[in-house]
């Protein structure tokens, strides 16, 4: 690529020296005034063209058919002027708001995004509102080149997963999140309303100024500030939607006769008649029909001189298709800025959110096990026994579980311009969390196995309070052609929280008003206490410096003082160096200019931290309640010893990261898009190793130990094109693209019985991933099957595994040593999509608008645990209809058993976890303005939306999107909340 | 940290952010000092007398734990000839590779065993390393001391006899790499002067309050002091130091054999050391899964069923031994009103490939605890060192030394409470032979058999049927994780 562009440029040099005729002028900048060196003057029809100099002017000579003179800079809009009758031409340019001259969120500022030398993506507020959910980031699913965005769930108010270009530690890889200054592990308690851009800083160079916290990647939210409008008026604006939720698809399960038919064959003659055998579809009737969702906002902005401001409201009501799993939450936000004096400035910025969630019965996985052949109710009405796992009815009924909590997150701020060129800002920021939770089992009997003997309650009181606070002085500065600027910051925080956790059985009553610990038995009583505190001191500096507009420069640096270090490791340095080349502004481009706009090249490396991990490590703790039992009626004597031996050499995780990449605007920005490659490793990922026995820390004891090393790379790939046909319809297409590769490096010396760490428990004694050098974090970890035994011959001549009969799986004996062992087990799959990609369209012809979102994911697969767990003998899939029957019927059903060989961790299990989706799709009509000036209406517009409208996929769950907070076991489904389809009205009015 | 804001400081920006920067600087050390929140830290603990006496108490919790001296089940009795490894047959199948004699040294039972019991060995070293500095009361100083030094001499005695030579530990955060000292260095320089500093320093029974009953004593440091001279041949010591405790007129034997398992027993007359446990799960609340382990299977489900007393353990009793009826529950015997249904999916007998029973569902009724929940054996107590165990030390050390007149006074105390006949042989080899199967079943599944076929050179004879190998399973292996873990580490010969 490069290798073109020197070519490019040596015909654009020797284009020169076929001139007629001298044109000599000057560009300045439209809004201040500012001569603009470095700006592209040129001919569209010769093709000659020079850059302005250092005072912004420029001499070019034409041939006789130049009867126009192009001007092209980085960030402003393009100009055209004819050249007839002119020798002198004074240009100036606007800046180009809409697209490259746009200014982009960074850590600790802004910067011109034809300065950037890092990797960076922002997402504008109307892509951030389209997806109804209760967590912003729903909406950037699809919307970000290397970001990947899975539910975990479809529970209201459930939080989705986030990766940033894959998973690159064995511990907590969630994004860091800036809100208004202050870090945050999570966005579900703002509104998408109140948000005005998101912006994702994926590479070293745009995290390094987060230090030991940007690893895993940092997404800085901005929230709407106020502005002064045209009118000098305050505007109002209301938004209200309505939708209804609906299951994507249900599962293929044997009806009750199908299972009767297949229960015989286990256990002959258990239904005797079989048309008389009921068939219960359990998934009807956990599963209502629909479930409303609704949004409604309600904001108050404006500016003046003195003052802006922004008052947002909002309540959100998701409830669940799933009866007792709803959630509620209000939004209350306030962003003031006070201008006290032309340099000086303070504000606040305040987010208050209280919200109340059910916590949905865990009915997914019963309903999918239970019988269909059982009925919910016996004839007087109370629950029938159900068989496979109890009545999912009755646990629906008997769940009683409510959260309520509280986040407010805001800072205050000031800050001042002086002598020239700098700025000093001083923010306290703060993050306050508050949750309780209730719940309560009463007493009740279905059948022996379903039933509570003495009622349960159990209490969670937690609490958490952060403050940050943060000085930085800023200085920026323009010499000529040079453009500078710096930060030098000082930051310190604190968090604390704490956990309080009660319960107790058999309540005086069951009637709510009594659900209090002190209602309950004394004798059952039982409590939980804990806390952490850590802190941060951190020093942050950053240079950036750009030369001509040509050669950008950036250098960070970040040194971080954890109180989670170990005590020989409290302090940590992290930083970056990047560099860009705008090489459209070099003179040489200048032939390009007619068709290329923009071509930036951009490379940068540096070093970040992952700081998620506990902050006691470093201790060896004094274990309480390490009892002796003494004395002729043997009582307690309480004791306490030395815990597992802290590490005081525990430090951070490290992340060193390599991005290069280029941005590209074509055809007058018509097309623009971006391409990165990156190479992540990181490094002292710490892993729970086991320390030798002598040493005394127990069995089974690991310790935790900067030891593993994860790689991951990828490439990624964003384009736009958007344009205007002549009779009013514009529209535009635009999609990205990313692959991730992700390998473990090093594993440390030892960690469980060997140099792997076995994870993924189905719960019923089998674990299903496995992570090892070479493979995937997380990899799925099983036997091969290849097909069905058909006949004794077969199985005779085949390896086996102990138990192994005709008509079950056979597995890959893949050591070849005749035999089928636990050494047979192999990679089989991951839950890492080996590509991602999102695109979208969209139309607009006088006030309508359509457009579409579609996202996918390719390459990843999904454990389907609720299949391989049979707890006891519960209903099946459908396929099991085509189970082998002798020989020659079935190669790839084994079988029906209840448990047993077939049940063992096996591909068979593991499905393609692909899918293609359309997000969003929406409909929407702005009402023209001069029919709103009459009812004194600023805008207002209507939309019909759906949400999830199709997903392709070969999965027989729910839905494929199966993701789970912990690197080392996600993908696996267990009987997932399924996540809904929504279809949506809704209305904005601005007055 | 302090926060200040007014306006006209702010206009001298400069200035605050000098200030700001010398506030952080000034403070950031105490600032990044955050002590564990409800947890103290090695630093602070222990500093009182209160403290010392909560690190003593820690010291016995270990003795609950699952995995100490031979990981629970116990393995040592069923690589014994006196038990199989019991419960169904796919339930702990690793414990057949203990059984067949065809474990390797990376199986992970070892490790856990290892690793348990140096864990205690830790906590000793809490209270050896750290409470001499404390401020308090000298006498209870000492007494701590020597609790802690019987307990350490304990957790080594049971490894030296399992592994041999050993990493020798004497202080808290020793070297990760530390190499192996000889088994007679593990015996010379830390168990004998740990237990003769115990014997010397330790209450008797009944001079510690009666709310410490179960806390260790002057003689049970002597009965160990005799079984440690015992295993290093030091048979006069060994005689000497039985007959200590003998003459102490403290202990004597249960008049009813079953009494010394049963909790009529518990700290009684014939108990020199046992580990109390309270009928709760293991932890904090006080249970012990020992019993659980081994207890009854299916109906009524008391436990797992491990470690079945064989056929020929049974068969071997003297034909009006009590001890036999004592030591094995079959099924269908009602003992305590409760009738032994046993276990539904455990066959009955098992059969060799000549139709010869081989096995029988059986338990170990020396772990039975009287009534029907599965959580009632978690507060059995762990027998560690019984009077009847010293009579034999007493009675082998003495013949040893030529004075078998002596021994058979011992021995046939023994016999009495059994109800047998005395023993009158006087020749010294015969005697050897009856007193080692007078050992066999008195204490039966109480994991000496095994250690002492090893020690009087009889395994290889006895156990070579069931896969003993001579020259190999004398010791268990070091396990091979501790050898990747620990590079200085050496392994067993044979292994």
Known sequence: MFRIFIILAFSAIATFGYSQKTITGSVRDAKTGETLPGVTVFTKQSGNGVSTDMNGNFSLSITSGDDSLSFSYVGYIAQSIATAGKSNIDVKLSIDSKSLGEVVVTAYGTQRKSDLTGAITTVKA???????????????????????????????????????????????ASVLYVVDGVFTDNINFLSSSDIETITVLKDASATALYGSRGANGVIVVTTRRGSANADGKARFQFDAEYGI?????????????????????????????????????????????????????FSLSGAT?????????????????????????????????????????????????????????????????????????????????????????ATIEYTNFENNSLVSLGNMFAEADFLKGFTFRSSLGYEV??????SFTPVFFVSPLQQNVTSDLNKTRSQNFNWLWENTLSYKKQIKKHRFDALAGITSQQNRSEFLGASTQNLIDENPDLWYIEAGDNEFLTASNGAAITSIASYLFRVNYSFDNRYLFTANFRRDGSSKFGINNRYANFGSAAVGWNITNERFMASTANWLNTLKFRGSYGAVGNEKIGGNQQFTLVNNQENGVFGPDETIATGASYG?????????????????????????????????????????????????????????????????????????????????????????????????QNEVIKMGRLTGNNSFIASGSLGNGDFVTYTEVGGPIGAYYGFRVDGVFQDEADLATSPVLDGQQVGDLKFVDVNDDGIITDADKTIIGSYIPDFIYGFNLNVGYKGIALGLDFYGQSGNEIYNGKNAVRPNQNNYEAQVNNYWRGPGTSDSEPRPTSGGVNYLPSDYFVQDGSFFRLRTVTLAYEFPKRWMEKVKVYRASVYLRGTNVFTISEYTGYTPEINSGNVLSSGIDLGVYPVTSVYALGFNVTF | MKFQFSIPTIFNCTTLLVISIALLTACSDDFLDNPPQGFLTDSQFPESAEDAQRAVNAMYSDLRVWQIYYGGYPIVDIMSDDAHKGSNPGDGANMTLFENYTFGANIGDLASWYAATYEAIKSAHVVIDQVPAIQMDEATKTRHIAQARFLRALHYFQLVRSFGDLPKVTALNPDANLARSPKSEIYNEIIIPDLIFARDKLPAKNEWPGADLGRATKHAAQALLAKAYLYTNQNQLAADEAMGVIGSGL???EPDFSNAFLPIGQFGIESLFE????????????????????????????????????????????????????????????????????????????????????????YNQKVWVPGTTTEEPFGYNVKELRYAEVLLIAAEALNEVGSSGMALMELNKIRTRAGLDDITEMDQSALRAIILNERRHEMALEQERYFDLVRTGNAPEVLGPLGFVEGKHENFPMPSSELLLNSSLTQNSGW
């Open chain 1, 126 to 172: 109307e892509d951030i509102r389209k997806v109804p959910a209760s967590n912003p980031m729903q909406a950037l699913q699809g919307k970000v080149a290397g970001l990947q965005v899975g539910a975990s769930s479809g529970q209201p108010g459930s939080s989705p997963v986030v990766r940033l270009r894959g998973v690159g530690t064995f511990n907590d």
């Open chain 1, 245 to 297: 939720q609906r299951l994507q698809k249900k599962i293929d399960l044997l009806s009750g006769q199908e299972f009767a038919q297949v229960f015989n064959v286990l256990f002959p003659g258990s239904f005797n008649n079989i048309a008389r055998v009921p068939n219960t579809d359990w998934q009807d009737l956990i599963f209502r029909d629909s479930a409303p969702i609704q949004t409604y906002n």
């Open chain 1, 305 to 393: 001189e003195r003052s802006e401001y922004y008052f947002g409201v909002g309540y959100f009501k998701q409830e669940g298709i799933v009866e007792k799993s709803d959630f509620e939450r209000v939004t209350l936000k306030l962003n003031n800025q006070y201008n006290l004096t032309k340099n000086i400035r303070t504000g606040v910025n305040l987010t208050a959110t209280p919200s109340r969630s059910e916590g949905a019965p865990n009915v997914i996985a019963n309903a999918y096990w239970a019988w269909p052949s059982d009925v919910p109710f016996n004839a007087d009405d109370s629950f029938a026994e159900v068989r496979g796992g109890g009545n999912p009815l």
């Open chain 1, 433 to 438: 969390g508050f949750s309780e939770s209730t």
């Open chain 1, 644 to 740: 597992v031996l802290g590490n005081p050499d525990l430090r951070w995780e490290t992340t060193e990261q390599f991005n290069i990449g280029f941005d590209f605007g074509l055809l007058d920005n018509r097309l623009t898009g971006e391409v990165d490659y990156y190479v992540k490793t990181t490094s002292d990922i710490l892993v729970g190793l086991q320390s030798p026995g002598h040493v005394g820390n127990g069995a089974f004891v690991t310790t935790t130990r900067n030891a593993a090393e994860v790689r991951n790379s990828g490439l990624e790939f964003t384009a736009l094109w958007r344009d205007d046909f002549d009779n009013g319809i514009s529209y535009q297409v635009g999609g990205n693209f990313a692959t991730v």
């Open chain 2, 251 to 253: 202990y004597d034997l």
């Open chain 2, 275 to 362: 580990v109390g446990a309270l009928p709760f799960g293991a932890g904090a609340t006080g249970g012990n899964q020992f019993a659980n382990t081994q207890s009854v299977r299916g109906s009524p489900n008391r436990g797992w069923g491990f470690s079945r007393p064989t056929l020929d353990l049974i068969n071997s009793f003297e034909e009006d031994d009590p001890r036999m009826e004592a030591t094995v529950i079959f099924l269908g015997e009602v003992i305590d009103d409760v009738l032994i249904e046993g276990d539904g999916n455990t066959p009955d007998e098992i059969l060799d490939a000549n139709g010869n029973v081989i096995q029988i569902e059986t």
